[in-house]
């Protein structure tokens, strides 16, 4: 079996719709998918506290990171009208799709970008069917012994020396 053309296996492109339109927000560049990467983890990294790489950052912004991450369809944006907090929104998603997958950047798009949604809350959980890794059992021994009952005395090295029954 060969390798296939790389191209014809990914999808390249994500479509967003907005207000009737949809935009095709194309492929980065390598470029642009790695400093997406690395500004991303300064950010969680200053987020938690960290020290984060102030020439990462200083980077994201000197040079527009939204029209990088929406390509083409940053242009087409604007020249239509699209309010900002859509662009921004688009711009995001783009972000989770360059990061992490097309299925999450769905998922943050279709939330409105709300955290909260997208993880099932507490209640959520509490009502959906159990069974999963609560009904697994535990493995047990594997070596075919039993376990020795600890010496209540003080174990080995006790200064009493007896064996009580």
Request: proline residues 5%; without cysteine.
């Amino acid at each position: 079996m060969a390798f296939q053309e790389l191209g014809n296996l990914l999808d390249d492109s994500l479509a967003l719709p907005i207000k009737g339109k949809t935009y095709r927000v194309p492929a980065p560049s390598a470029a642009t998918g790695l400093r997406v990467q690395a500004i991303m983890q300064a950010a969680a990294t200053a987020a938690d506290g960290g020290q984060a790489d102030r020439e990462v950052l200083a980077d994201a912004a000197e040079r527009d990171m939204y029209a990088d991450v929406l390509g083409s369809a940053h242009a087409e944006m604007v020249a239509d009208g699209v309010e900002w907090p859509m662009l921004k929104h688009a711009a995001v998603t783009a972000m989770v799709w360059i990061i992490q997958s097309k299925d999450r950047a769905e998922a943050y798009w279709n939330t409105g970008g709300d955290p909260s949604q997208l993880a099932p809350n507490r209640e959520q959980r509490r009502k959906a069917p159990s069974g999963t890794a609560s009904s697994t059992r535990s493995r047990g021994s594997s070596s075919g012994t039993r376990p020795r009952p600890a010496n209540r005395r003080g174990g080995k090295g006790s200064s009493s020396g007896a064996h009580h029954r």
